[in-house]
């Protein structure tokens, strides 16, 4: 396909998610021809795409130069005024470590940070692997059938992270359909009221409505949870701002499962599009760990974030303005040929893997080892246990530019 067929500004569009194989052959494009891409997307304020492996590295490490604040994601221009007139001003609607900045971005980590170390993680193993059978137990239960990601990938990593910050399942099912509304925004299956077209503020005040009552509760009687941490931080001698604190809650919330569900769901269709990988696995259970990173580098459930220039910096002959955004594409570095043999193949014992799906440098994913460790659980009790697996339907992917993955995985299998 020559370079006048594709649509560079593909990238800024939310159904363009939906065609994984048409935007993976854009990246390629970009990263072949123009890889550091000045985009003029309808609808949005400019920004530099920013493709290859190298760059999204180096940009990530230079934390002074490229903020995070205050354009952390990408956004219309019709949804930046809405944030504006829904906020009284404020160009944000949540304040979460992916808007923070040094100093603040230091001291919000390090909140949470002991909660996702390995050291904490090993003690929540045992329940983890017990979880992931039950789940596994569920499915088998099911006569041969089921939604992948309905049935199984959306609730085992949402019941962790539920379990780690301290909401009782039998909330799970709000939160799991405000994440919806709040990832899937411009899904109309998905959105709340707006059919697709945005954000309903109404989203972010139920969550702020549910969290503001679970603050109270743990400042009148902590627990052993994230929620008591959070409920009870202080900053700088002084209680944690309103903001920050539902903001803190809603990334644990939201990003804290529907990643995981998006890899866990986007590896099993990758296993029955690649029945030999799926051989080799269940033949060595030894792969697990690295079949789990493959997963993860196919899937890259976030997609981009974005960063401002401080000063001109020159990257690859163009020069980044001061005050100018970029959009690091995740999934296009994942794919980069100079970076992984053969990417566009899925390869259970690929290694090296040293992809980006969680980020690089300091706003690495807090969450990564918990992710790995809750997927391990479930394939290593799931490929002991099945035996072929086949596609029952037509899978379907979420439209958002941000955080997305499949909706819908109709499969059948046969336990063994």
Request: charged fraction near 25%; proline fraction near 5%.
């Amino acid at each position: 396909m020559s370079v006048t067929a594709l649509d560079y500004t593909a990238v800024a569009d939310p159904k363009a998610y939906t065609d994984e194989k048409y935007l993976y052959e854009v990246f390629a494009d970009m990263r072949r021809n123009d890889p550091v891409h000045w985009q003029e997307p309808d609808g949005h304020r400019p920004f530099w795409s920013i493709t290859k492996y190298a760059d999204i590295q180096e940009i990530s490490r230079k934390n002074d130069l490229f903020l995070n604040g205050p354009r952390a994601t990408l956004a219309t221009i019709a949804e930046e005024e809405w944030t504006k007139e829904a906020t009284g001003g404020s160009h944000l609607l949540l304040r979460t470590l992916i808007h923070m900045d040094n100093p603040d971005h230091k001291i919000f980590r390090g909140m949470t940070l002991d909660w996702f170390q390995p050291k904490n993680l090993n003690r929540l193993e045992a329940g983890i692997a017990d979880l992931a059978k039950q789940v596994v137990d569920r499915m088998a239960a099911k006569d041969g059938a089921c939604d992948f990601v309905n049935d199984v990938a959306v609730w085992y990593p949402l019941r962790v992270i539920m379990m780690i910050l301290g909401v009782p399942e039998e909330d799970e099912a709000r939160m799991l359909k405000l994440t919806q509304e709040l990832f899937g925004a411009r899904d109309p299956e998905l959105a709340r009221d707006m059919e697709g077209k945005g954000l309903d503020m109404s989203v972010i005040q139920d969550f702020f409505d549910y969290f503001t009552k679970m603050t109270e509760d743990r400042r009148a009687n902590p627990k052993d949870d994230v929620a008591t941490v959070i409920a009870n931080a202080t900053i700088d001698g002084e209680p944690i701002g309103h903001l920050e604190a539902m903001s803190y809650y809603i990334i644990v919330a939201t990003a804290g499962h529907d990643t995981t569900s998006s890899a866990s769901s986007g590896g099993m269709l990758a296993l029955i599009q690649n029945p030999d990988q799926l051989a080799k696995l269940q033949a060595d259970l030894g792969l697990l760990n690295s079949a789990v990173d493959e997963m993860i580098r196919w899937t890259t459930p976030v997609k981009h974030f974005m960063r401002t220039a401080t000063e001109d910096y020159e990257l690859r002959g163009k020069t980044i303005k001061k005050d100018q955004a970029v959009m690091l594409h995740y999934p296009s570095g994942n794919r980069d040929e100079e970076v992984f043999e053969n990417p566009d193949a899925f390869l259970v014992d690929r290694s090296p893997n040293r992809h980006v799906a969680f980020g690089y440098g300091a706003h690495l994913c807090l969450g990564q080892a918990l992710a790995k460790m809750e997927m391990r659980a479930l394939y290593r009790e799931l490929i002991s246990r099945i035996g072929d697996v086949a596609l029952a339907g037509d899978p379907a992917l979420v439209q958002a530019t941000f955080v997305s993955g499949l909706k819908r995985l109709p499969i059948s299998y046969r336990m063994r």
